[in-house]
């Protein structure tokens, strides 16, 4: 089995159907720009067949992006599946990504369709778009949900008729990490052609699970490829997140034993890209991306990070493309991190007295005063003895 993990990133398409997530045909590309930046494998477009702005929207980034497979998806009929060739036509590398629902809940009250006709549909359309792209994935929409018996039935089908990418949708969220993964390999195990097509995990994020649930998938059940939004953006409580799934397969490579592509200093610059675009405020403690993802506050662990930075930290701000990790200056800090301080803003103070001195006014300050900025220090010290 490969040891590549493969990144699709659909932001734009998933990532949009959040309510209030809606971007311009301008800032899909300006993002779908980023994510080839940020050397994502597959970029999930969006929907050709939903409207004709998003048709536009698929075109315009096939023919901007040219290292990225262009990805669009559409139901499970001969309209949609053309329309996404149509708008993929320009693409360097074309996937279309097909997909219906395989619950019993889904089939019958969303559908209103028998598994048979399901899986009559599946197989055609996969038969369908196999003739107009060469790079089909499919995906049984709530699929974590289906009857597995069933769903070996037709993933078995289409991987015959020719889909190299099977995508196992946690559709609302419901899985478990132990469960997901032995789900996935349950499938892989039981269908006959399973290694024929590479396994996907798409999951959501109702339960706040979806990062691990995607990780059990690719741990356990040996799925390698990962669909996820920047900043974990989509539909209620969102996708499983690009910036985490990566850090935490790269971190733990010792575990994993996965590589991937992603070129992570352009992660934090797609983070303010999407946040600033969808007005979707990142929360300070998110993880890798917040603002306090490397901030450190009190006084043990910014004398630790000062000696040695791995004591309190598992990545590298740098690596994610933070210009440096912070020491926020407060009324935790000790008397190291308030001397770094001043040696980063060129303040000589005489002696260890005059420091000692001055981390005492400091500190007096700091009980007052929430935020401490470099221009409350710089007060703090005398003129006199400011050498710049
Ligand atoms: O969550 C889901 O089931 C989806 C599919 C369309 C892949 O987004
Ligand atoms: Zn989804």
New binding site residues.
């Given amino acids: 089995m490969s040891d590549q993990l493969i990144i699709f990133d659909t932001t734009l398409r ?1 990532g949009e159907q959040s309510p209030g997530a809606s971007m311009t045909r301008d800032e899909k590309l300006r993002i779908a720009r980023q994510l080839e930046r940020l050397k994502v494998d597959v970029i999930e477009a969006g929907f050709a067949a939903s409207s004709n702005g998003d048709f536009e929207c698929v075109q315009a980034i096939a023919r901007a992006v040219r290292e990225s497979t262009i990805c669009s ?1 559409s139901r499970a009929n001969d309209r949609d599946i053309s329309r996404s060739a149509e708008a993929l036509k320009d693409a360097a590398r074309a996937r279309i990504h097909v ?1 219906i629902a395989t619950s019993a809940l889904h089939m019958e009250k969303k559908l209103r369709m028998t598994p048979d006709q399901v899986f009559e549909q599946a197989r055609q359309s996969v038969r369908f778009a196999r003739n107009l792209v060469g790079d089909i994935e499919f ?1 049984p ?2 699929g974590y949900r289906s009857d597995p018996d069933f769903l070996c039935r037709v993933i078995e089908e289409v991987i015959k008729e020719g889909a190299t990418t099977i ?1 196992v ?1 946690d ?1 609302v969220g419901y899985a478990i990490p132990e469960l997901y993964g032995n789900f996935i390999l349950d499938l892989r195990q039981r269908i006959p052609n399973s290694d024929k097509a590479i396994w996907s995990v ?1 999951c ?1 994020n109702d339960l706040g699970m979806a990062v691990a649930n995607s990780l059990a998938g690719v741990k356990i059940g040996g799925a390698r490829q990962v669909e996820c939004t920047i900043n974990g953006l989509g539909e209620r409580a969102g996708n499983c997140s690009l910036e985490e799934i990566v850090m935490a397969v790269k971190t733990r490579r010792d575990y994993f034993g996965l590589d991937v592509n992603i070129a992570t200093e352009h992660i934090v610059p797609a983070s303010r890209m999407v946040s600033q675009t969808t007005g979707f405020v990142v929360q300070p403690n998110k993880a890798v991306v917040g603002a306090n993802a490397f901030a450190h506050a009190s006084g043990i662990h910014q004398d630790g990070v000062l000696k040695a930075r791995d004591t309190y930290e598992i990545m590298r701000a740098e690596d994610v493309g933070w210009s440096a990790n912070k020491i926020v200056l407060g009324k935790l800090s000790g008397r190291n991190a308030f001397k770094q301080r001043l040696q980063d803003l060129g303040v000589q103070l005489e002696s260890e007295t005059d420091i000692n001195a001055a981390f005492l006014r400091f500190k007096d300050l700091a009980d007052r005063k929430s935020d401490i900025f470099d221009e409350d220090i710089l007060a703090l010290v005398s003129e006199e003895s400011v050498a710049h």
Wanted: aromatic share 10%.
């Fill in positions: 998933d998806l997909f995906s929409e709530d995508n949708p559709t798409h959501h």
